[in-house]
């Protein structure tokens, strides 16, 4: 038997995501914008939770049907068979979101879903689930278009970038499957080189030793299909106990972070400890502009500071064009991806893009640059070292 799926991701990564989760063994992928669609059987859904490291959440699909008013609504849900999934002592929060929905108020639709889910249950079972819109132990999503009503069960609970791991952030962390999506949309594998030169707290770090060291970014957490009354515990224990045995050791893996600031080191160090990832990492304070690479050729891939939150106008103004030189002079041979949300970085920085890809961070709309560094056309000011963890003199 296969179920309905949707996994939302940020927007930029639908593609990359419809790639890992063919891996996962989800079939039927489609790209829609904001998510991939897929089916399934409860074994995938369970995997797609432990495994996908670009997904925000996994949602079970339970109806999907045309509606006309706030009255269709309510049947739709009510219909479904809500005791057989979760018990009455759960908490539930119902999420609606909608584009072109002709009908008026979206919270008193919102209202009218809780409404028919908790008239099934005290019905079937003279009880019904209370309320909790911080911590709800199920949460129901619906989405509404000009015509069709979906209704999601979330089998994830906690959004899937919160890895169960991360216990110190800096001013502008990015979110970790955000990290996860960029290290594949860069190509970036174990093996290549990677130095993130402004790492603050070190998310593509992590995301990119626990990628080296076989890490399930689930392994820490718990998710809801835990709760619901059709988990199979055998199966997922062993799914668990599989991925567990999977995992590499943690030695040097030629990924290698900087910062100017020494608090921000000190949260990229507090992360990859908590993460049991520490030896796997380089890490160093210092100013990108002073640095050297540590390898003749790798992945460059950061998120620089800009102005919308962090840093200001006019130091930008003078920090880009500085940053372009050090990468044409020191890092021919290399790739570098920049992630930002600063228009004027793409113009000051005065090298020309290969590639341009609208991602974003939360709300934030972001741009990632791709820069190839072609080697013998620069001029270079110092060699490039050796790939051992020794000889990073950044
Ligand atoms: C947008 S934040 C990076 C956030 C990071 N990706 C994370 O997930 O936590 C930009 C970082 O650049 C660092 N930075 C600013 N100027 C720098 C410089 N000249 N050299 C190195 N790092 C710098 C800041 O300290 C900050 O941590």
Not at 156 to 167: H, M, T, V, W
Not at 373 to 376: E, H, I, T, Y
């Given at each position: 038997m296969t179920e309905h799926f949707f996994a939302p991701c940020p927007r930029g990564l639908e593609a990359v995501l419809a790639a890992e989760l063919e891996c996962l063994e989800a079939t039927s992928i489609e790209i829609l914008p904001g998510g991939v669609a897929f089916r399934g059987s409860w074994l995938t859904c369970y995997r797609a939770n432990l495994?996908?490291?670009?997904?925000?959440r996994i949602l079970w699909q339970v109806a999907r049907n045309q509606y006309r008013s706030e009255a269709d609504i309510y049947d739709i849900t009510h219909r479904l068979s809500w005791p057989d999934w979760f018990e009455p002592r759960l908490t539930i929060k119902v999420n609606l979101a909608a584009i072109k929905c002709p009908l008026r108020s979206l919270d008193f639709l919102t209202l009218r879903i809780k409404d028919a889910i908790c008239d099934k249950f005290r019905t079937i079972r003279g009880k019904r689930p209370d309320i909790d819109?911080?911590?709800?132990?199920i949460r129901i999503h619906g989405f509404l278009d000009a015509r069709q009503f979906t209704l999601y069960l979330d089998t994830?609970?906690?959004?899937?970038?919160?890895?169960?791991?991360?216990?110190t952030q800096g001013d502008a962390p990015l979110r970790e499957n955000l990290a996860a999506g960029i290290l594949a949309l860069a190509g970036w594998h174990p093996g290549i080189p990677l130095l993130d030169p402004m790492c603050g707290s070190g998310t593509l770090l992590l995301e990119a030793a626990q990628i080296a060291c076989q890490i399930a970014p689930g392994a820490r957490r718990q998710f809801a299909f835990e709760n619901l009354k059709l988990f199979d515990a055998n199966s997922w224990k062993k799914l668990k106990q599989t991925a567990a045995n999977r995992q590499r050791e943690r030695i040097f893996q030629s990924i290698y972070g900087s910062d100017l600031y020494g608090n921000a080191l000190v949260n990229a160090r507090n992360n990859l400890a908590t993460a049991g990832l520490a030896e796997c990492v380089a890490l160093k304070q210092a100013n990108v502009l002073e640095i050297s690479p540590p390898a003749e050729t790798g992945m460059l891939i950061s998120n620089p500071p800009y102005g919308v939150r962090v840093g200001d106008h006019q130091t930008l103004a003078e920090f880009y064009p500085q940053l372009g030189n050090v990468l044409k002079q020191r890092f021919s041979g290399w790739q570098a991806f920049l992630l930002t949300a600063d228009p004027l970085l793409a113009k000051s920085i005065r090298l020309t893009p290969s590639r341009r890809t609208p991602l974003f961070n939360g709300a934030l709309e972001c741009r990632l640059l791709e820069y190839r560094?072609?080697?013998?056309s620069m001029r270079r000011e110092k060699p490039p070292n050796e790939s051992s963890k020794n000889s990073h003199k950044l």
């Open positions: 495994e996908s490291r670009i997904a925000s819109t911080t911590t709800p132990d994830s609970g906690e959004a899937l970038f919160k890895r169960g791991l991360r216990q560094l072609v080697a013998g």
